[in-house]
């Protein structure tokens, strides 16, 4: 049974009555029911739709009550509503819902935050509401952020057309978007949502129509995945009423819950500023929202909340990031068709386009005053910076097959002296801070475009972000130009802007068939100058143009005295030759020549040296200018590095002072090895000076190698393939000068460790008696160069002398016979070391002599240098045959006889 609700609204605020329609076919027969429900027999008033249209005959009634529908009592058609009143919507989801659920993956972030595309949504709504505004188009993105998450609120709001009650009901069906949906307005006017005639198309500079918003469409999928509830709010032109609209994840779950129909709801219809429904302690910015809602002819408010807590701290620190995003999205729309060209300083320049004013405003609880920019005052986003640094344009037009239109433009990017001037993308993670010093780009740096298309797409004026266009077969490099370097197509940069007749995905991250229709057979290119077409071959005027920008804008390196070509078999196949030498540049005014003292930039480490030749890769035969190029460069100070380098012309420091260059150098000579350091970790010392006995230990040695700055190094200053030959090594040596000349008798080399120093072992075998030198030499590498042009590499010396050492035995000199028994007679001693050493007589120790069968004894002894001479020794006892006997010396210490030294044996030959 067809029900529809009546409030009476003259005064008071009694609920709604239920009205059945069945047997009511006539406006009369209605009315009559009216007038007897509410006992109005006697009472004048009007019946109306929420939307202000008076039901007074049957062709508004069959046009406008249905089954549902909410209607007012009032006592004239203008008259305010004295308490608020619910109308019962309904917003199943239109049936595209499951048709083109598996078309589109939903903001595909594609390497960025798709925040920013999904505010676009919303303020594409705003745009195509204000499009027929006849002052100022006011949008406004409102960001009330709290240290909670939770409490967070994001509002925009236009000054547009706002909705009635049915077009906020229509907006709540999903997918019922503008392409789909006739829409009748609340005098009974059936007409497309469209807000222009396409027809109009072509006479609307680069499609800026205002005709952006799908309606339905990419609204919710954008609040949603911003937030978790949605409260639009909107004054439709002309009425007094403001309807809401609360549409919330949480209500749609509280419902399945409760087994409630998900897809109805209710839209509050209410005065300008009434805001007694709200409940609740953190609502006050909807309440300072709605307060000032009276006085506004017109406008609409989406109001999101339950943010989720990483969208606040992106919002919150990407601010400028996300701001620049959304200028680059809206450049043309809020800037105009031409772009944000360069003005006048702290100026703004006119915009065409009914002064279309996007601001965004971050409130944050604890401060005062917002956080406000508006889109207008960004100079960094892509489309700007790309205008700004254009020299040149070339405007086209391409006529699709169907009404499809297409405008484009190319821009040319020029090299100026020491750069390429192509946009940076803001967002583009290619750029890289420090460039490898073998890295060699034959070309001053050939970033530029590198691998980007050259076209971003616009459609019906704003950007389409994941869709870009490569290139046309007229305007591609071709494989082969001798008219124009290679580089200058990596200079362009272009922008194409279609109509409506190509499609793009509902949330409108890409194209779905423009790259396609453009590269049609049919499809017709056609350049454009001062406005008019330029019927003509396009490929030809292409490259004239291309050619033109090349000769008349890019800034280059004149190579002047020139000295033939040579090939590099160093280098790849393909660029080993020719190259030609040159001896001077003029760059950017200044002049370099063979001998300069110069400072690279943008190396890893920074180098300074003395140039020898400049390098250009080419047949080329004489004077010529470029755009790359390389220096051949000795770097200083020579003798330390001794290495020639080859640096790309671009990394030329034009910047540095020659008094900055030397003092440089110099610094790089304190770097040089300047004293040796040794020190003996586990004692016995070796003092320079000192007598040594033969034999004694020289502790082990550990040594250190310091530079000028105090610095300890094991190494010189450089880097890369000559690595192995800047190590230092220290060499110890062991000289014995002897009468004869000069003799090595030790060597050994120690080198330095990741985890260990300079060391020499311990050293027991020096025995040889006489002058000696303990040498420690610093050298480079195995090579055993010990000194860096004239200056000697650090080194220490320890002269020092053997000397005997103490007595370990001795042995018996020529003795004089004849030897009798009784007859005194001598014995010579001569005493030496453990090497064999002549040596002193220990005077600490005695004589003992004895013999077999003989009493032997002596009168005293004397020593004269090594020999001992002991003297009047006298044998007595008996001897059997003239064979001899035979006696023993040893040497006994006082007073332990134990402590014996050493004991010696002989024979006379002959005892009489």
Request: net charge neutral; proline share 4%.
């Amino acid at each position: 049974m067809s029900i529809v609700f009546v409030f009476d609204r003259r005064s008071g605020n009694e609920p709604e009555h239920f009205i059945s329609l069945g047997g009511l076919f006539s406006f009369s027969e209605f009315r009559q029911t009216v007038t007897e429900d509410f006992g109005l027999s006697d009472q004048k008033f009007v019946i109306a739709t929420t939307g202000r249209v008076e039901i007074r005959d049957d062709d508004t009634y069959e046009r406008f009550v249905d089954d549902g529908t909410t209607l007012y009592l009032l006592h004239d058609i203008n008259q305010e509503l004295t308490a608020q009143a619910t109308e019962r919507v309904a917003f199943l989801p239109h049936y595209d819902t499951l048709v083109k659920s598996g078309i589109y993956e939903y903001y595909a972030s594609a390497g960025h935050n798709p925040l920013p595309y999904a505010f676009a949504e919303l303020i594409d709504n705003a745009l195509a509401a204000t499009a027929k505004n006849s002052g100022p188009r006011e949008i406004e993105l409102r960001l009330f952020m709290d240290n909670d998450p939770s409490k967070t609120v994001i509002c925009v709001i236009d000054n547009g057309k706002g909705m009635t009650s049915r077009e906020l009901n229509q907006w709540a069906i999903y997918r019922l978007s503008k392409f789909s949906r006739r829409s009748t307005d609340e005098l009974g006017n059936t007409s497309n949502e469209s807000t222009h005639d396409e027809t109009e198309d072509e006479h609307i500079p680069r499609s800026l129509n205002s005709d952006i918003s799908y309606f339905g469409v990419g609204g919710k999928q954008a609040v949603f995945f911003i937030g978790t509830s949605t409260r639009m709010i909107s004054k439709p032109k002309g009425s007094i009423d403001v309807h809401e609209l609360l549409v919330s994840k949480e209500d749609f779950e509280q419902k399945e819950r409760n087994k409630e129909a998900i897809y109805e709801g209710y839209i509050r219809n209410r005065k300008a500023g009434d805001a007694s429904h709200l409940c609740g302690n953190n609502l006050d910015c909807m309440r300072d929202l709605i307060s000032a809602e009276r006085g506004k002819d017109q406008f609409t408010a989406v109001v999101i909340t339950g943010i989720p807590t990483a969208h606040v701290h992106y919002l919150r620190y990407g601010f400028n990031i996300w701001c620049t995003q959304l200028a680059n999205i809206y450049h043309y729309y809020i800037h105009g068709q031409d772009g944000n060209v360069a003005t006048a300083a702290h100026s703004r320049a006119a915009n065409p386009l009914k002064n279309i004013n996007v601001e965004l405003k971050m409130y944050s609880r604890g401060q005062i005053q917002p956080k406000v920019l508006n889109l207008r005052d960004i100079e960094e986003d892509m489309q700007t910076l790309f205008i700004r640094s254009a020299a040149n344009t070339f405007e086209f037009r391409a006529k699709v097959e169907g009404t499809g239109i297409v405008e484009g433009i190319i821009r040319y990017h020029p090299f100026l002296f020491d750069r390429e001037t192509y946009p940076d993308d803001f967002f583009d993670p290619r750029e890289v801070e420090v460039e490898d010093e073998h890295d060699h780009d034959y070309t001053i740096p050939a970033s530029g475009r590198g691998h980007h298309a050259i076209f971003n797409c616009f459609w019906n004026g704003r950007l389409i972000p994941y869709t870009t266009v490569e290139e046309f077969s007229w305007c591609a490099q071709p494989k082969k130009t001798k008219l124009i370097p290679q580089e200058c197509w990596n200079r362009i940069s272009g922008v194409l802007w279609t109509n409506a007749k190509f499609q793009v995905s509902t949330n409108k991250l890409t194209f779905l068939d423009l790259e396609v229709r453009l590269k049609d057979k049919n499809t017709v290119f056609t350049r454009i100058i001062n406005g008019q077409e330029r019927r003509a071959n396009i490929d030809k005027q292409f490259l004239d143009w291309l050619k033109e920008c090349h000769e008349q804008s890019d800034k280059q390196v004149k190579f002047s005295e020139f000295k033939g070509q040579i090939t590099r078999p160093a280098l790849p196949k393909n660029k080993q030759g020719p190259w030609a030498v040159y001896e001077e540049i003029q760059w950017d005014g200044r002049t370099y020549q063979k001998g300069d003292m110069i400072k690279t930039c943008r190396t890893a480490p920074v180098l300074y040296g003395r140039v020898n030749r400049f390098l250009l890769f080419g047949d080329h035969d004489g004077e010529v200018f470029a755009t790359g190029g390389e220096i051949e460069l000795q770097q200083e100070p020579h003798y330390f590095y001794d290495e020639v380098k080859y640096v790309p012309l671009f990394k030329l420091d034009r910047s540095a002072p020659q008094d900055v260059i030397t003092r440089a150098i110099e610094e790089d000579k304190s770097k040089l090895p300047e004293k040796l350091i040794i020190s003996w970790p586990e004692g016995e010392e070796l003092k320079d000076g000192e007598k040594v006995p033969a034999g004694r230990t020289i502790g082990a040695i550990k040594a250190e190698i310091m530079n000028k700055k105090g610095e300890l190094i094991s190494k010189l200053p450089g880097s890369g393939s000559s690595q192995a030959k800047k190590r230092l090594l220290i060499e110890l040596t062991v000289i014995w000068h002897s009468r004869n000349g000069d003799e090595i008798i030790a060597s050994h080399i120690s080198s330095h460790g990741t985890n260990w120093p300079y060391w020499f072992k311990k050293m027991e075998n020096i025995r040889k008696m006489g002058p000696h030198t303990l040498n420690l030499q610093v050298c480079l590498s195995e090579s055993g160069v010990t000194s860096l042009a004239d200056t000697k590499l650090p080194s220490a010396k320890y002269r020092f002398t053997v000397t005997e050492a103490n007595a370990v035995r001795f042995i018996v000199g020529m003795l004089d016979g004849p030897f009798r028994i009784g007859s005194p007679f001598n014995v010579p001693l001569e005493f030496q070391d453990m090497f064999g050493n002549l040596t002193k007589y220990p005077a600490s120790v005695k004589p003992l002599l004895a013999a077999s069968g003989l009493e032997l004894s002596y009168g005293w002894s004397i020593s004269r240098g090594n020999t001992l001479l002991v003297n009047d020794i006298v044998a007595l006892g008996t001897v059997q045959t003239n064979a001899g006997k035979v006696y023993h010396t040893a040497f006994l210490s006082r007073p332990k006889i134990r402590n014996q030294l050493k004991t010696a044996s002989r024979c006379p030959s002959k005892w009489k």
